[in-house]
């Protein structure tokens, strides 16, 4: 069957965001299956759902940060190929994915292996209790085996996107996010391995999605074809560009993972165990919320990159104005939805009543200010698109560690805050992160593209 390949060069900017970016939705959204159902099965586990539900969430920060190495030459070589593209430099554009490719192995092996050597004491430093740690680590034990071809899947989605192949992008996911959907519940219940069920669930899923997108990308379907490429052939010029370019990524998922576990060991200390809990639901709901405004800001950054590859600048900036108008227009939505009805979104991953009223008080700080994120994340990624990674990396760093960390640990302690202080460090990292963000990327990018060459 012929792939759809999507024209960067011609149509409206709005329908090409919206080919790219609505199957990007949709592959995001299953992506999000993986650790999402993993959730939802988990906190229903009779008598250790809510303990189990901590456990997983202690393993959050570690599979995030995984994922941050998956991104560093997925997202790192993805505009670079699409640029190459954009300068019909074929040739070009398939060794930057093929070196991404054996990259992707061998950081595969070595974190699959880092991560049984460290396991335990990793753990306990992210605020595992002897309740929640031997959860945390059947998850973990088995979720390792899967590092290999979660790197793969993770990591050469962005090469399809890049090629055109949105939709193919979008099956990639779907393939494993199904299988996970249906083995969790028959591995969780029906064999009775619970936790380890949900485990297993994921590493099949992930393998699956691999094989497809490996299968895809050596067939006469894809534009570029995949290839090992030895490593003592890599062009270290190139790795040096692709970590580079690819440590906006890294470092947005990083610190993430670095939110996470600030916000576990401080939420343990004022909340216990329950407070660990709580914030498991409130940064699921933030992963499902988000998935609108990172699939059609990531959609739309293979066109950015092949626009400004052709030197397209006012079809470029149709593109950063369009997507950015989708993106509010979806977080004001959003916000309103969760500010009226929070306990639609907590009951998805549980029923415990206890749980429910800690964690509507939560939701409803946390998201205060959930429509600067598009400005956020429209901003980051123009930077990112546009090989402009000193400014994205900086904006990454400045609201999520200069901002969000200390507030975190610094709120708690004034007026009696506790967890709530914990929270409101989101809504004001949104505010002045968003805002300053946005404004540089106006002042520096958008408003020079075409009158300044060297933008």
Avoid at 9 to 34: C, H, K, N, T
Avoid at 99 to 115: K, M
Avoid at 210 to 217: D, E, G, I, N, T
Avoid at 226 to 252: A, C, Q
Wanted: net charge positive; charged share 15%.
């Amino acid at each position: 069957m012929k792939q759809k390949q999507i024209d960067f060069e011609s149509g409206s900017p709005v329908s090409v965001v919206l080919q790219a970016g609505v199957p990007m939705l949709v592959a995001q959204v299953l992506s999000l299956l993986y650790s999402i159902v993993d959730r939802m099965y988990i906190g229903r586990i009779p008598e250790v759902g809510t303990l189990a539900l901590g456990g997983i969430g202690l393993c959050f920060p570690v599979i995030l940060m995984i994922m941050a190495f998956a991104n560093l030459y997925g997202f790192g070589g993805a505009p670079l190929c699409a640029m190459a593209r954009g300068r019909g430099d074929r040739e070009r554009a398939e060794f930057i994915m093929n070196s991404a490719n054996s990259i992707l192995l061998l950081l595969g092996v070595v974190l699959c292996l880092l991560g049984y050597l460290t396991m335990e004491p990793v753990l306990r430093a992210l605020g595992a209790s002897e309740k929640t740690l031997p959860f945390a680590m059947d998850y973990l034990r088995i979720y390792l085996i899967g590092t290999i071809p979660f790197m793969l899947s993770t990591g050469l989605t962005p090469y399809i996107n890049a090629q055109g192949f949105a939709q193919t992008g979008m099956l990639t996911v779907f393939i494993g996010a199904a299988s996970n959907i249906v083995l969790d519940p028959v591995l969780i219940f029906g064999l009775g391995l619970g936790i380890r069920g949900a485990a297993v669930a994921t590493v099949i899923s992930q393998f699956l999605s691999a094989a497809f997108a490996v299968r895809f990308l050596k067939s006469q379907a894809a534009e570029l074809r995949l290839k090992l490429v030895p490593l003592n052939r890599l062009d270290l010029p190139l790795v040096g560009e692709m970590t580079s370019l690819g440590t906006v990524n890294f470092i947005m998922t990083f610190t993430n993972s670095l939110v996470a576990i600030v916000c576990n060991s401080t939420l343990a200390s004022f909340g216990g165990d329950l407070a660990v809990s709580v914030y498991t639901i409130i940064s699921s709901v933030r992963s499902i919320v988000d998935v609108p405004i990172l699939a059609f800001a990531n959609g739309a950054g293979p066109a950015e990159s092949f626009s400004y590859g052709a030197r397209d600048f006012t079809r470029l900036k149709s593109f950063i104005r369009d997507v950015l108008l989708m993106c509010v227009a979806y977080s004001l939505l959003l916000w309103a939805l969760i500010l009226r009805f929070p306990q639609a979104f907590i009951r998805i991953f549980t029923s415990d009543p206890e749980l429910i009223a800690a964690a509507v008080p939560g939701l409803h700080i946390y998201f205060f200010a959930f429509v600067f994120q598009s400005f956020q994340t429209v901003a980051q990624n123009t930077f990112k698109s546009l090989g402009k990674k000193r400014r994205a990396i900086f904006f990454s760093l400045f609201r999520k560690v200069i901002l969000v960390v200390p507030l975190t640990l610094l709120l708690p302690h004034i007026a009696g805050l506790g967890v709530r202080g914990v929270y409101m460090a989101e809504p004001v990292s949104n505010v002045v992160g968003g805002t300053a963000s946005f404004t540089t990327m106006m002042l520096t990018v958008y408003l020079r593209l075409g009158k300044d060459e060297n933008v």
